[in-house]
């Protein structure tokens, strides 16, 4: 088996190690942050600092996909994660009867897991440090990659890294799982390589969020889906763990009348002027101040350059190698599913110059839709947004994103059309797939087409500014 060095330490780059350790493999982990976890949960929201996780204190979820993989390939973490106080929830069966139409064979894919994210780092990183055949060092920066003799003509073998004390770690493969800061591209220039190419800009976003904590045991309850559209704005309302939950709202990066959204008196009248979200303010503030995060990049880069691999002995996954903006809650389920296809290529290849191949087509066949899909969803919701706060009427949106809301409208008057919605959101199904079922296409035309007259429950354009600028 191979030894095999993983940079970083995130939820995905644990598990991979984790699955590569199960597999036998010699797993050294480094993770530059020097501190390991508190021991005490309140201990790590307050004092631990992950500088690589930048949404480390805005509301998380893990979504099914994660969940079923976790479940399949790292049995020991959800249940270690229930005992620490994460939900375990399934949102169709949460639904009224109307919506699912009974509970039907299958309906277990729904189940989901959310809580902090400062939690479930804790409880990844815990289990990491009992795995067999996986060591986490911590304070260890990387600085550089390491060579050998090429294996493929004019592509160069990678055979370890450097660290920022100088230390020299071979490797037989580098696993780059160090996130949206990852320094790929000038570490592969130091070798005299070409670096990705990238296509990268600004997710255009902002979000304010604040965490809540209940006061006598009971939680929010949904009169809405988790995201919701408020006209040039959205909701995002997220049940956490030990009976704590998230608001966030999420604006245009850009959008400067709503600035003052960062003021938390501010960010409370707007947040309780949405009918359907108000009531999640009703519990006591974890934070003292609105937790921002903007600038956050929508960024790939493409694993070959002229039909050639960057590099041998070198697997680039997870947001090392493409993000996008947090809004869906989809980067951990994206990313986990991305260590899997790494780990299924090691099984199988016959050599480094055959494992680069199988996974640049492995992250171009089975991950890059993904991306894609994700990537054309929040840019036409993006110029939505900012077509309604600059008042440009008579828009019609690209056709897939009609299609989506028009589920999301559907999704509510008919129990086939509300799977539907949850296969997409919840990365089972990639939606033209879903679209292509039988008759679902029309069924959705009919039922949600209308999408644009429904109400956004909440303050029209105008009232939004004047409720934010008071």
């Given amino acids: 088996m191979a030894r095999i060095v993983i940079v970083g330490s995130g939820v995905v780059g644990l598990g991979l190690g984790m699955m590569l350790a199960k597999d036998g493999h010699d797993v050294l982990q480094l993770e530059r942050d020097l501190e390991p976890p508190p021991e005490g949960l309140e201990e790590a929201w307050t004092e631990w600092q992950r500088r690589g996780v930048a949404q480390l204190r805005l509301g998380h979820v893990f979504l099914p996909r994660w969940r ?22 399934n949102p169709l069966l949460a639904a009224p009867a109307q919506f699912h139409g009974g509970a039907r064979p299958g309906d277990e894919r729904y189940e989901m897991v959310t809580g902090r ?39 160069p073998h990678v055979t370890g890294v450097r660290t920022e004390d100088g230390s020299e770690i071979t490797a037989d ?17 130091a070798l005299g390589a070409r670096p990705p190419l990238e296509e990268a800009e600004d ?52 959008d400067a009348a709503l600035r003052r959204l960062k003021d938390v008196g501010t960010w409370e009248k707007v947040v309780r002027s ?29 694993l070959r350059l002229e039909g050639r691999p960057l590099a041998t002995g070198l697997l680039v996954v997870a947001d090392a190698w493409a993000c996008t903006n947090p809004s869906l809650g989809r980067g951990a389920s994206i990313g986990t599913m991305h260590a899997l296809v790494a780990r299924d290529c090691l099984r199988q290849a016959d050599g480094p110059a055959d ?116």
Wanted: net charge negative; proline share 7%; charged share 25%.
């Fill in 68 to 89: 079923s993989i976790v479940e399949s390939e790292l049995p020991e973490v959800l249940p270690a994660l229930r005992k620490a106080g994460a939900l375990c929830t």
């Fill in 117 to 155: 994210r400062v939690l479930v780092e804790k409880v990844v990183a815990e289990q990491a440090e009992r795995t067999p055949g996986l060591t986490v060092r911590r304070g260890t920066a990387v600085t550089g990659l390491l060579t050998g003799p090429s294996v493929m003509s004019a592509v």
């Fill in 173 to 189: 493969v580098v696993v780059d799982a160090s996130g949206r800061r990852s320094a790929l591209p000038s570490w592969l220039v």
């Fill in 203 to 254: 997710s255009g976003l902002a979000y304010y969020g604040r965490h809540y904590r209940s006061v006598d045991g009971s939680m929010p309850g949904l009169l809405g889906g988790a995201i919701q559209n408020h006209g040039s704005v959205s909701s995002l309302t997220l049940a956490a763990d030990n009976r704590h939950w998230a608001v966030v709202v999420a604006t245009r990066a850009d």
């Fill in 274 to 302: 949405f009918p359907t979200v108000a009531h999640w303010l009703d519990g006591e503030p974890v934070e003292e101040r609105i937790v921002l995060m903007s600038k956050i990049e929508d960024r790939i880069r493409h």
């Fill in 355 to 470: 494992l680069a191949e199988a996974y640049a087509t492995a992250t171009s066949e089975v991950m890059e839709p993904w991306y894609k899909a994700t990537l054309a969803f929040d840019r036409a919701r993006l110029d939505e947004m900012g077509r309604i706060a600059d008042r440009v009427p008579g828009h019609e949106p690209p056709p897939d994103y009609d299609m989506a809301r028009s589920l999301e409208a559907s999704s509510l008057k008919d129990p086939d059309c509300f799977r539907a919605m949850l296969d997409i959101l919840f990365v089972h199904d990639l939606p033209d797939s879903v679209f292509s079922r039988p008759g679902l296409r029309d069924k959705v035309t009919a039922l949600g087409g209308g999408w644009r007259s429904q109400p956004s429950f909440g303050p029209d354009r105008q009232a939004l500014i004047d409720l934010a600028n008071s």
